[in-house]
């Protein structure tokens, strides 16, 4: 897994202009405060909504949530789909 900062997630997002910025909160959270650009589908409903969202399996992947915890998990669930680009925020949006 690539552990990033933040400041590194910006600098991929600048870079590639297909990379996706993932929040894997609950809805509740993501409506109270997202980072720009980011599309909610909450841990507990990715395994049945990524490839739908993304089918892409080569695309770059970001993913945050407020700890880093369940981040920590969704790279798990990618992992095992295939997904081949995966980033992660290191600690969340706690670490901002």
């Given at each position: 897994?690539n552990?990033?900062t933040?400041?590194?997630?910006k600098?991929?997002?600048k870079k ?5 910025l993932?929040?894997?909160?609950s ?6 405060y997202h ?6 589908i ?5 395994n049945?909504?990524?490839q ?19 981040s920590?998990?969704a790279?798990k669930i990618l ?9 992660e925020i290191?600690g ?5």
């Amino acid at each position: 897994v690539n552990s990033i900062t933040y400041l590194e997630a910006k600098e991929i997002i600048k870079k590639e202009n297909k990379t996706v910025l993932l929040d894997v909160r609950s809805l509740q959270e993501y409506r109270e405060y997202h980072l720009a650009g980011g599309i909610c589908i909450p841990l507990y409903e990715l395994n049945a909504k990524i490839q739908d969202v993304i089918q892409d399996k080569d695309i770059p992947i970001i993913i945050y949530c407020q700890t880093g915890s369940r981040s920590n998990r969704a790279v798990k669930i990618l992992k095992e789909l295939e997904y081949e680009n995966i980033y992660e925020i290191k600690g969340g949006l706690d670490n901002l």
